[in-house]
């Protein structure tokens, strides 16, 4: 999402306007997915989404969105399975520990489980184990999701062990849009309990819906209308029996600055989510790499009293910095926090921060890799697309 911050929090604020230069630094050894859907364009002469929602944006003119080197485009939505735009690559093996068999740091079915890390991810049949975190499990060919398999532990890390992200490794990512494969957005003042029964029925039982909340705390700050809302997202979700994941608020954590009343609004709606749909794993939004410091990050957050019950981190929800960049901050929040973040990659497909977060012009930008597992990398859970690229913000 864009932003606009008012003053400083915790003297640790990064305006999202600064140069990747010198905002979004690219380690040298990033390791990223490879064989995703790197690339993607509407039909020729299609739409491209005018209005609709905060945090999105037109594709350009007549349609046309620019597409990533190494992409491919298809007529008349994204196109699947094409060569990524990004280099390296989690392996495309077909990945996990066999079932009945030792993973690493993660019980894979019937199997037993070590200490700390993850486990290489995939590289061939019956996957590479090592000691520590996830369980092994590939990225099949195409990016389009997979199962990974085996648990997500980590005895170094306090909560290592979580169940609730242990239920998706073995589902994939439901969207109801196959050309933007974002996720649902739940708009405050909608009918989002509907859209959730409706959503998570479509998914079915080997797909996972995620639910992006954006209610608008940072302009809309009412608490008890907030609270209603979010409390009757968690008991749709609580209604099914399948898991989901929930982005929480994009932009309200680090837009509510030092404004406490406004965090205590989101400490409470993850208390209200845990309560009433305890299958849902739950990752508050923090930003992006580029806005607000790791530590910052971790300090606030942490005074949180519902700070346990958070499974992990959203960023660069509808923003554009780089993949690298994005795992890099991930992290640094995993050694801060323990815990996993989810990346939105819908629009940083040309690697490189555009001139404006606002509507970038057409050739300043690139859908980015769709979703695919990170098996070898305990600090990132899952990459995807959050909001729709084609709308505008």
């Not at 989510?273 to 806005?291: C, K």
Request: aromatic residues 8%; neutral net charge; contains cysteine.
């Amino acid at each position: 999402m864009t932003h606009v911050v008012g003053k400083a929090f915790l003297g640790l604020l990064v305006l999202s306007m600064i140069p990747c230069s010198a905002g979004c630094v690219s380690p040298a050894s990033i390791t990223t997915p490879s064989g995703g859907t790197d690339a993607a364009a509407p039909a020729s002469g299609g739409t491209v989404g005018t209005g609709g929602n905060t945090g999105g944006f037109a594709g350009g003119t007549g349609g046309s969105v620019p597409v990533a080197s190494g992409g491919q485009t298809a007529t008349g939505g994204s196109s699947t399975g094409g060569a990524t735009g990004e280099t390296g690559g989690i392996g495309t093996g077909s990945g996990g520990a066999g079932v009945g068999g030792a993973a690493g740091g993660g019980t894979a079915a019937g199997g037993t489980s070590a200490t700390g890390g993850r486990a290489a991810g995939g590289a061939a049949a019956g996957g590479i184990t090592t000691t520590g975190g996830r369980a092994t499990g590939g990225v099949p060919t195409g990016g389009s999701g997979g199962a990974a398999t085996g648990g997500m532990t980590g005895s170094g890390c306090a909560g290592g062990n979580n169940p609730v992200l242990n239920a998706l490794l073995s589902k994939t990512m439901y969207w109801a849009n196959s050309t933007t494969e974002a996720a649902t957005w739940l708009l405050g003042g909608g009918s989002a309990a509907s859209t959730v029964t409706r959503t998570m029925t479509a998914a079915g039982s080997s797909k996972f819906a995620v639910f992006s909340t954006y209610y608008s705390v940072n302009v809309n700050p009412d608490a008890t209308g907030f609270a209603t809302w979010i409390e009757g997202i968690a008991r749709a979700i609580g209604a099914q029996p399948n898991p989901a994941v929930v982005a929480l608020e994009a932009d309200a954590f680090p837009g509510a600055g030092s404004n406490q009343a406004k965090h205590d609004m989101l400490n409470a709606a993850v208390g209200t989510l845990r309560q009433y749909a305890p299958q849902a794993a739950i990752f508050l939004d923090i930003g992006h790499s580029n806005w607000l410091k790791a530590q910052a990050v971790a300090d606030k957050v942490k005074t949180y009293s519902n700070y346990a019950l958070i499974d992990g981190w959203a960023s660069n929800t509808s923003n554009f910095c780089p993949t690298p960049n994005e795992v890099a901050y991930a992290q640094q929040l995993w050694n801060l926090t323990c815990k996993p973040t989810i990346i939105d990659t819908s629009r940083n497909g040309l690697g490189k921060l555009p001139s404006t977060v606002h509507n970038p012009p057409a050739n300043e930008w690139a859908v980015g890799a769709s979703f695919a597992w990170w098996p070898d990398n305990q600090a990132v859970f899952f990459n995807y697309h959050n909001k729709p690229w084609n709308e505008r913000d």
